[in-house]
């Protein structure tokens, strides 16, 4: 991730690290609980950074200081990937490999809500993978998030309401414009949803 003068990168070896560009040297450095999973844009001058051990950690950039740390049970089995954090307003989102969906509050790191995407099969535990490795959208207050073998959700941001749902399978990221949700399924076709009520509109599989 890069701001207008760092650039902040995670390592295999647990570490983040925040590189000033300009000045061609390590600003600051410090060792996480795990290996760096993803990180968020800058926001309020903290980045939020994922573990691989299912924590949140808000750090400020001007001094790497950890401002709080949030953590959730790892799943015992999952995909190898990351949902990156996303903040919008004053709250963080970010997708787990369980099929999670949490909101934090971003100053303090408090549970704000959570919402379960159930898999939509539970036989085996290679069934019941439902990790949401795809980071989720926001629009307008609305939170869309797909999981693998689980579902497409819209979410109100604010509430944790469920809008709608719709069986789907993915790892990938959604995108979107004004009226759509677009996304690739595990068999590399191309589905649109309705962004309002999650009505698929069309799928493209000639790919």
């Known amino acids: 991730v890069v701001d207008s003068s760092l650039i902040y990168f995670g390592s295999k070896q647990d570490t983040i690290t925040a590189f000033d560009y300009k000045n061609n ?4 450095q410090r060792v996480m609980s795990s290996e760096v999973m993803s990180i968020s844009k800058t926001n309020n001058n903290l980045i939020f950074v994922m573990t691989n051990d299912s924590k949140i950690t808000a750090i400020d950039i001007s ?3 950890f401002v709080w740390i949030n953590s959730q049970i790892p799943s015992e089995l999952s995909i190898r990937g990351a949902s990156t954090p996303i903040v919008y307003e004053d709250k963080v989102y ?5 099929g999670k ?3 934090y509050n ?3 790191g408090d549970v704000i809500w959570e919402v ?3 898999a939509t099969k539970t036989e085996t535990i290679i069934d019941r993978l439902n990790d949401i490795d795809g980071s989720v959208l926001i629009d307008e207050g609305i939170i869309f998030a797909i999981s693998y073998q689980g579902s497409a959700v819209a979410i109100d941001g604010y509430s944790g309401q469920i809008l709608w749902k719709k069986e789907a399978s993915s790892i990938n990221s959604l995108a979107s414009n004004y009226e759509n949700i677009i996304y690739i399924n595990n068999d590399g076709v191309l589905i649109c949803l309705d962004k309002y009520t999650g009505r698929a509109k069309w799928k493209q599989n000639k790919f």
């Open 106 to 108: 971003a100053l303090n």
């Open 94 to 98: 970010v997708g787990f490999e369980d």
């Open 25 to 28: 040297k390590i600003f600051w």
């Open 101 to 103: 969906i949490i909101s």
């Open 63 to 65: 001094t790497g200081k």
């Open 116 to 118: 379960q995407i159930p």
